[in-house]
């Protein structure tokens, strides 16, 4: 580990993790709230402000299995160090910056720990590793669309069955009220699981200047900022990505809007309680995904989905050269 900070350096790069956060809620926000805003349950102002506030309130639901698996089951905390914090930030800040202008449905996820990576290796080489992190991490960007897209379905076509005697209209005054339901959880889910993200950079930083007494931990003001920082990127919302994830994957109604959301959210409370950092992007996507092919497959525009997977492959490798090149800008000085 390196000499201490400053403690003004410090700060600014404690501040620089929470403006990922702000930007990870920001690029996100379409995320918890897209369906509920394209089957038009909610207005897109009322719509932030609801999602917002669940992911504020996550931490009082869940563990901090992520954050640990972040701070030291990425790269090696002992060789972490302020500039390796520095370059993993700015690669996820950058990568996120361009895919949100973009309107690409990128992973913030998957773009810190391509950071992470990137100025780590750049650091230490691939001994840096730790392996089994990078194995669950990655296993997730295939797994986490996955049993999204398969719970949905399933929800789809229960429910099809269940309220198969109701009218569209019927079924459509019921859901549009449970949308709200699932919104809410799905909103945890995010907040719950991307914030920790944030929480395990900052902590693993305190720990390397020996600021954390006791071991690796994360401190409840982290925890307190983090998810503050999170709910308002949220609510400030991203609204280009709202468009294609809510409208241009495929059309939803709110019964299919409902078990999108349950779907992702049922993924991404399993994931979180497990301690594997997914993607939220990933999660709803595959989801939306699903819902769209239970009516028929030609309902998906998979033209568009193809072109989110893309920018998902892209993500890792893109974000940890970024994160690379900024761990060897810090070195010049």
């Known amino acids: 580990m390196e000499a201490h900070l400053a403690f003004p350096l410090l700060i600014a790069l404690i501040g620089v ?193 020996g600021l954390l007494t006791g071991g690796f931990h994360v401190p409840m003001w982290v925890v307190l900022s983090c998810q503050a920082a999170m709910g308002l990127g949220t609510l400030l919302g991203g609204w280009k990505i709202v468009h294609t994830m809510g409208s241009k994957i495929t059309r939803l109604t709110p019964a299919q809007g409902f078990c999108a959301e349950t779907g992702g959210a049922i993924t991404l409370f399993m994931a979180t309680h497990l301690g594997v950092p997914v993607s939220t992007t990933h999660t709803i996507t595959g989801a939306i995904v699903g819902v769209g092919a239970s009516r028929r497959l030609s309902a998906v525009r998979w033209n568009v989905a193809s072109s989110i997977i893309v920018a998902w492959v892209v993500t890792l490798p893109a974000a940890a050269a970024i994160g690379a090149l900024f761990y060897g800008l810090t070195r010049l000085f």
């Open 17 to 209: 993790a929470l403006l990922f956060d702000f930007l990870n809620g920001l690029h996100d926000a379409a995320n918890s709230i897209a369906t509920i805003v394209s089957t038009r349950v909610l207005k897109p102002q009322y719509a932030v402000a609801w999602a917002a506030f669940f992911n504020f309130i996550a931490f009082l639901f869940f563990g901090l299995h992520v954050a640990e698996t972040v701070g030291k089951g990425i790269v090696n905390a002992d060789i972490i160090d302020a500039s390796v914090i520095f370059g993993a930030l700015m690669g996820a800040i950058a990568w996120n910056l361009i895919t949100w202008g973009l309107g690409i449905p990128s992973s913030s996820s998957h773009a810190l720990v391509g950071g992470l990576l990137g100025a780590g290796t750049a650091k230490s080489g691939l001994s840096a590793i730790v392996w089994s992190g990078v194995f669950k991490t990655s296993a997730a960007i295939v797994i986490s669309p996955a049993v999204g897209l398969f719970l949905a379905l399933m929800l789809v076509l229960a429910i099809s069955w269940i309220f198969r005697k109701f009218t569209p209209q019927g079924a459509d005054r019921v859901f549009r009220k449970l949308q709200l339901v699932s919104a809410s959880l799905y909103s945890l889910g995010h907040g719950g699981n991307d914030a920790q993200k944030t929480m395990g950079i900052i902590a693993v930083l305190l720990y390397s200047q």
